[in-house]
């Protein structure tokens, strides 16, 4: 057995060296995403060509969801940041642990600001491996402490190509790669499931409250439009909204329990990995828990429900209940107004765009009676709830993955046989 410099152990029959060397034995590259003096913000254009920002890499892959776009024509002139299927894009500031591996989703999309690609030609190093190799908690832990800048870590080509790199014969890193891709593939069917299922539940919800008036006697028209029997009530009537806390007053303390701190970046990357810490020793409502309808309604405006776990409820994040309402009802409500609520925010002339709860208040919600909202609850609450299923069930798959990775990538552990893996795609 041998040490590499990342301090961790690795057979003899492993390769030690470092990025650098294997891009330059290689023809591989490593390039930074286009800086502001090439791509100003006045650029960005609403239908265009996809640019990855580190905000748009998310668990691990990226996130297409508010993304921002560039012409055709500026692409073109950034074409040497064109990413490719197969390269690793990285942050290269602020969270610089950040990674995800390029599909055939993402062919031709840019290496926006603030990220770096890196691009393998190497025929004895795979470069799904190295993807895995680079979410090693000692890696990460290196490319942090390398990180340079007091107040917003960053990275560049310099420090990547020094990263130390160790990596066994193929025939291992097939095993690897399979091992590891095989939960990854499953995460992501249930990722592409519950946006389905998303949809369906937009639409449906969409027909029943927005477009439809369900053949009765309509009072009003335009965004009044409902069915004469149907109430209307303020958004901020029909669910509680609940602030939370500037956590920074409750540390922790020495021997007492403590609860991850679920703050906007928690809830954008939907996961309390790596999160601050606040003490457990809080009121009960300001506790989140697994299915907890989330809003944050400053910065980056999110609705989502929760599935990371449990956590303490920061400041700029609202948890909606309701007494009177059921989930789905309030949720959906919230999601129809989420637009608009967004361009409100965006409105704003202050560094950091949000709402006020008089924006709640003026957000009118459409009731149908009691019966009617029973019977639609009946399709639209087991949507809602298969989501959280499949959110849990990718939480505890990504639990699995993260204890095997670095049994994996040390040797320590070895994947299936090379003659399990005989007519696997």
Same mark, same amino acid.
């Given at each position: 057995m041998k040490f590499d410099p990342i301090d961790q152990r690795v057979p003899d029959t492993w390769t030690v060296t470092t990025l650098g060397e294997i891009c330059d034995a290689s023809g591989g590259e490593i390039q930074t995403g286009p800086f502001g003096s090439q791509l100003h913000a006045s650029d960005y254009v609403s239908l265009g060509i996809p640019s990855v920002m580190p905000k748009d890499i998310k668990a691990d892959r990226i996130s297409s969801e508010d993304i921002a776009r560039v012409s055709e024509a500026d692409a073109e002139r950034l074409s040497q940041h064109r990413l490719r299927e197969g390269d690793i894009v990285c942050s290269r500031r602020g969270d610089v642990e950040r990674r995800a591996f390029v599909t055939k989703r993402e062919e031709g999309w840019l290496c926006g600001t603030g990220c770096l690609r890196i691009r393998l030609n190497a025929s004895q190093l795979l470069t799904r491996y190295l993807y895995y190799y680079l979410g090693h908690p000692s890696v990460r832990a290196w490319i942090v402490r390398h990180a340079q800048g007091a107040t917003m870590p960053n990275l560049n080509t310099s420090i990547m190509r020094t990263i130390p790199v160790a990596f066994p014969p193929l025939d291992e890193?097939?095993?690897?790669?399979?091992?590891?891709?095989?939960?990854?593939?499953?995460?992501?069917?249930?990722?592409?499931?519950?946006?389905?299922?998303?949809?369906?539940?937009?639409?449906?919800?969409?027909?029943?409250?927005?477009?439809?008036?369900?053949?009765?006697?309509?009072?009003?028209?335009?965004?009044?439009?409902r069915p004469k029997d149907w109430e209307t009530m303020p958004l901020d009537q029909v669910a509680t909204f609940l602030n939370g806390l500037?956590? $920074?007053?409750?540390?922790?303390?020495?021997?007492?329990?403590?609860? @991850?701190?679920? &703050?906007?970046? %928690?809830?954008?990357? !939907?996961?309390?990995?790596?999160?601050a810490e606040a003490s457990a020793e809080l009121p009960s409502e300001y506790i989140v828990k697994d299915g907890d309808v989330l809003f944050s309604w400053s910065g980056s405006l999110v609705v989502r429900q929760w599935s990371g776990g449990l956590g303490a409820l920061n400041q700029y994040l609202f948890k909606v209940t309701s007494s009177r309402f059921p989930k789905w009802f309030y949720y959906h409500w919230l999601q129809h107004y989420l637009?608009?609520?967004?361009?409100?925010?965006?409105?704003?002339?202050?560094?950091?765009?949000?709402? $006020?709860?008089?924006?709640?208040?003026?957000?009118?919600?459409?009731? @149908?009676?009691? &019966?009617?909202? %029973?019977?639609?609850? !009946?399709?639209?609450?087991?949507?809602?709830?298969?989501?959280?299923?499949?959110?849990?069930?990718?939480?505890?798959?990504?639990?699995?993955?993260?204890?095997?990775?670095?049994?994996?990538?040390?040797?320590?552990?070895?994947?299936?046989?090379?003659?399990?893996?005989?007519?696997?795609?």
């Open positions: 890193q097939l095993r690897i790669t399979f091992t590891l891709g095989g939960l990854d593939e499953k995460i992501e069917l249930n990722r592409q499931i519950n946006q389905t299922l998303e949809g369906m539940g937009r639409a449906l919800f969409r027909s029943w409250f927005i477009d439809s008036d369900h053949d009765g006697v309509v009072v009003a028209s335009g965004p009044g439009r500037a956590l $920074q007053k409750y540390p922790v303390q020495p021997g007492r329990a403590a609860l @991850p701190v679920i &703050k906007i970046r %928690e809830l954008n990357q !939907g996961s309390i990995r790596d999160s637009p608009e609520f967004r361009r409100i925010a965006s409105d704003k002339a202050i560094t950091v765009g949000h709402i $006020q709860r008089r924006h709640l208040t003026e957000a009118e919600v459409r009731i @149908p009676p009691s &019966k009617e909202l %029973e019977r639609m609850g !009946g399709v639209l609450a087991p949507l809602l709830a298969r989501q959280l299923e499949n959110d849990l069930e990718s939480r505890t798959l990504a639990r699995i993955k993260d204890n095997l990775l670095p049994r994996l990538i040390s040797g320590e552990l070895r994947g299936p046989s090379a003659d399990a893996l005989q007519g696997v795609p």
